[in-house]
């Protein structure tokens, strides 16, 4: 059975940093690719990263790039999303999905992921 859980979301203070984990079940991180999404209060659901199950190279898109960095351990069979610098229109939902073919985790798109975690609150706040 397919199965992604999100964790580490939490309250954190602008310019603070948390570290997201998405653990995965019934295949392996090096199976298929990995994406992290979010979706804040009235706003649609945004890509925010995909690391590329052939070789673990990562993508980061919008706001992410240069702050968010997305990493995987096989072994644990999770990837995690490090967000550092956090601002305050960070606040969403976040979410770890899988693509199981296509190319949606690399354009960002959530449209064409598979299976999705129920997600994990970040919450930037002072």
């Known amino acids: 059975q397919v199965q992604l859980v999100e964790r580490g979301g939490g309250l954190v203070q602008p310019g603070g940093s948390l570290r997201l984990s998405c653990a995965v079940s019934?295949?392996?991180?090096?199976?298929?690719?990995i994406g992290w999404f979010r979706q804040a209060p009235g706003k649609a659901r945004e890509g925010v990263s995909c690391i590329r199950h052939s070789d673990g190279t990562t993508l980061n898109f919008g706001p992410a790039k240069g702050r968010f960095t997305t990493s995987r351990d096989k072994a644990e069979n999770t990837v995690y999303l490090q967000m550092d610098s956090l601002r305050t229109e960070d606040t969403a939902v976040y979410f770890c999905a899988d693509e199981t073919y296509g190319s949606s985790c690399w354009r960002g798109e959530h449209s064409g992921m598979d299976y999705w975690g129920k997600g994990t609150l970040v919450n930037v706040s002072a």
């Open positions: 019934g295949f392996s991180v090096n199976d298929y690719n």
